[in-house]
């Protein structure tokens, strides 16, 4: 029942929620930020984060360093903490902490296929994966020619099995084909993500329904933005957006016919919250536009953390963390090209 979550939450929640928040406050700040910036090299970089959570994960690192270790580095300190409260978590919450993962498990399984229909060698792409979205038979990904041989011969027996009914068909994979899976699956999970938080109810159903559905029209805009100009039918299309969101149903029907990035934005200024994101985009300019949804989804995130007794902080703290590993990949890749002068224009600052 809506408000009455603080009489009991803390028996179970209490303890990791104070693990997440103490969590939360070790994100790199604006004037870390700031300062990364100023670096002239990864050693310079890795100094500077010396001093702050990753210190640990980094010291042992010998120079030169690669952009490629320092990521590596940083994510492996997401995984550890992830796993950490994956161990202490009882239900509902070790299942609502598993739903956060399905997202790599997704992307893992499309960059092992894509890949091997590339011929790339398989020990090449497991190095790739995401480590949150591995799991037991990935390797076996490689072996599949259709649909339906990837989810009789591995995924059968992993957590995306639910999600793959709807995707399975007989043709041969291609670069076309998989996108769509991708997308399929996405939308599958994101509904029953977004199932699953409406039956926890209370202020975790609330705020998780405000990030999801922000997450389906994103999801939604760039869909429509990728296949425009593509032989994907405007049925098809409308087939790959989620059914919930702000955009849902109307906005959808309008999505599907755009034929232009123009068009697209004429729907989107239809709603107060994405009119202010599409007015700082001047027209003809949708590169800017993934940077528009990130800084939206970060101020989203961290206004989870303004409400207590609630699961959404766990999904809000792993979310930004990825976005400040983001960051960090960013500053250093230019600092490695010598591209200083770019490396405030996808810096997101969190805090």
Known sequence: MYGFEALTFNIHG?????????????????????????CETLDDIKM??????????????????????????CTLKLVDEYKHMLCQA??????????ITY???????????????????VQELLEKCHPLGMFDSIASLAVAQNMSELYRLVLVDTPLAPYFSQCITSEDLD???IEIMRNTLYKAYLEDFYRFCQKLGG??????SDLLSFEADRRAV??????????????????????????????????????DIDQVRAVMEKYPPYQSLFSKISYGESQLLDKAF????????????????????????????EQEIRNLMWISECVAQNQKSRVHDSVIFIF
Do not use: W
Not at 48 to 72: F, M
Not at 92 to 97: A, D, E, R, V
């Open 14 to 38: 209490g303890y990791l929620e104070a693990i997440v928040r103490g969590h939360r406050s070790t994100l790199l700040t604006a004037s870390d930020y700031n300062n990364l910036c100023q």
């Open 48 to 73: 500077h984060l010396s001093a702050t959570e990753y210190g640990p994960y980094l010291q042992n690192e010998p120079s030169p360093l690669h952009t490629t270790t320092i990521v590596e580095k």
């Open 90 to 99: 009882t239900e509902p919450l070790s299942t609502f902490l598993e739903y």
């Open 103 to 121: 997202g790599h498990m997704i992307d893992n399984v499309v960059l092992i296929v894509t890949g091997t229909l590339h011929e790339r060698d």
């Open 175 to 177: 670069d076309m084909n």
């Open 203 to 208: 202020a975790t159903a609330e705020i998780m």
């Open 222 to 259: 760039n869909i429509t933005i990728n296949s425009i100009g593509t032989e994907l039918t405007r049925d098809d299309r409308r087939k790959l957006y989620s059914n919930f969101g702000l955009l849902y149903p109307y906005g959808h029907e309008e999505l599907a016919v755009c034929e």
């Open 294 to 321: 990130y800084e939206e989804e970060v101020k989203r995130l961290c206004l989870a953390f303004e409400q207590q007794f609630h699961y959404a902080v766990f999904f809000a703290y792993m979310r930004l963390r």
